[in-house]
């Protein structure tokens, strides 16, 4: 003999919201205003100096943010005559450890290269 499936509860179980009722046998759905907000995003910037070899920066926005080698050479001459230069945009942690790890690779390296970061 086949088994029935079980039919689903008349009422929502404990805890889940159900929706208003307008006392006259209608079900009102509310409308919900958007409670989603983007997490603030982060722009990680290069800073020129007279000191740091371009093929240095150009490794930097190879290896740190995936820049093919056309664009990243793109970016270094842009910081090298405009003083700055945007790298990639993140969220507040991914911004940060970029900007730590770059420290830390121009340091070993013996460069003065400046990284900073900025809310976009
Ligand atoms: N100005 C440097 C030079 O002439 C090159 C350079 C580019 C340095 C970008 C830092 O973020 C920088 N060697």
Do not use: L, T, V
């Given at each position: 003999m086949p088994v029935e499936p079980p039919s689903p509860p008349a009422t929502p179980p404990e805890g889940v919201p159900r929706p208003p009722d307008d006392g006259q046998g209608a079900v009102v759905v509310e409308r919900q205003t958007a409670k989603v907000v983007p997490p603030p995003m982060y722009q990680v910037v290069l800073l020129n100096d007279d000191y740091t070899p371009m093929e240095f920066v150009v490794m930097v926005l190879q290896e740190?943010?995936?820049?093919?080698l056309e664009t990243a050479t793109q970016i270094m001459l842009k910081i090298h005559h405009e003083g700055r230069g945007v790298c990639g945009v993140f969220s507040k942690d991914v911004a940060a450890t970029k900007v730590e790890l770059v420290l830390a690779a121009a340091r070993r390296g013996g460069h003065p290269l400046q990284c900073i970061m900025e809310a976009a």
């Open positions: 740190y943010f995936k820049r093919d």
